[in-house]
């Protein structure tokens, strides 16, 4: 199950609560005051794990508790303060404050009001029912990177705090600080350097098999792809690129038909888009409508999406009518870069992973 937008609960620990505590000796009946500070509640903590690829494990656990620390002790013993809770997640994760208050067992995407194909399409499907949009907490995209997501309480302090000149024994302590808390909702955002867009069964998922050592599922019908693949291209000198295989729009996705934000946004990070055309129109489409619109439909998604670079697969030569289409597509589209090629033949593969290696193939950091 792949699983990519979960609603979570987070909360860190409390801190203990402070001592009140006199010593007490052979010959020191009256030893004064010696209550120890309780211990620090323990952070909830994100963190960018390379081998993990989706927000599965939190669909399964979306309330995460840290420890709370202990309560001091006497003889100016500090209560041990609570383990933080270290939560794996993709690089790609952006978290945003949410208005609610509790969440209630395992929620996914389907459970969710605020994330369903419903949603506002002005707000990628991210808006609250107030309208606005919600608040944006981090972006983790590299791995390594962590966040601290709440963070623990501090301990009481004990009565040893307390003593004065004029009050030599106090009975006095403080509680400890509760954790912050809080519902956060955690978004997946793929990190490729190409992203392919398409209709279905324009062949996306066979040119990443071809280009990369990805084996994105491939069948002779529509939607075969149901999540995104990233797939990584090896280039000459050490160099490399990812590339997102997201599976194929249909007309009004920007308004979210057909899921279309759910695909739409893995590429929104993606330094070039690909457009991948059936060129020989064997879903009985028209390849240069095809451009038209899916150029249409990542404008009204997002304008500056739309101004990243961009170039055409013309996929399916081997098929007849693809050469007529071809040049009437060259008619219409005269200075739009268009690469000719067959992904089941193999034919033009070679000549477009080296145009690729000129456009995004960069050395590993």
Known sequence: ?????????????????????????????????????GGRGGDVILEVDV???????????????????????GKQSTGRSGGNLVVKVPAGTLVYR???????????????????????????????DSGTAPELVV????????????????????????????????????PGEPGEEGVFRLELRRIADGGFVGFPNAGK?????????????????????????????????????????IPGLIEGAHRNLGLGHDFLRHITRCSILIFVLDMAGSEGRNPSEDLAKLREEIRLYDEE?????????????????AAEHFAAFRVRFPKVEAWAVSAVEGAGMEELKARLGDLIGRRPE
């Open 205 to 245: 998922s066979t040119l990443l098999g071809l280009l990369s050592a990805a084996r994105p599922k491939v069948a002779a019908y529509p939607f075969t792809t149901l999540r995104p693949v990233v797939g990584v291209v090896e280039f000459p000198g050490f160099r490399r690129a990812t590339l997102a295989d």
């Open 1 to 37: 199950m792949f699983v990519d937008r979960i609603r979570i609960q987070a909360k860190a620990g409390d801190g203990g609560d402070g001592c009140v505590s006199f010593r007490r000796a052979k010959y020191l009946p009256k030893g004064g005051p010696d209550g120890g500070d």
């Open 305 to 321: 999406l739309a101004r990243r670079p961009w170039i055409v697969v013309a996929n399916k030569m081997d098929l007849p009518d």
């Open 51 to 73: 081998h993990t690829d989706n927000l599965r494990d939190l669909s399964y656990r979306p309330h995460l508790r840290a420890v709370s620390g202990n309560p001091g002790s």
């Open 139 to 174: 972006d983790l995209t590299h791995p390594g990177d962590r966040h601290v997501l709440v963070r623990g309480g501090k301990g009481g302090k004990g009565n040893l705090h307390f003593a004065s000149a004029t009050n030599r024994a106090p009975v006095e302590s403080t």
């Open 98 to 128: 949410s208005d609610e208050e509790v969440v209630r067992g395992p929620v996914l995407e389907e459970d969710d009001p605020l994330l369903s194909e419903d949603g506002p399409a002005e707000t990628d499907g991210n808006a609250t």
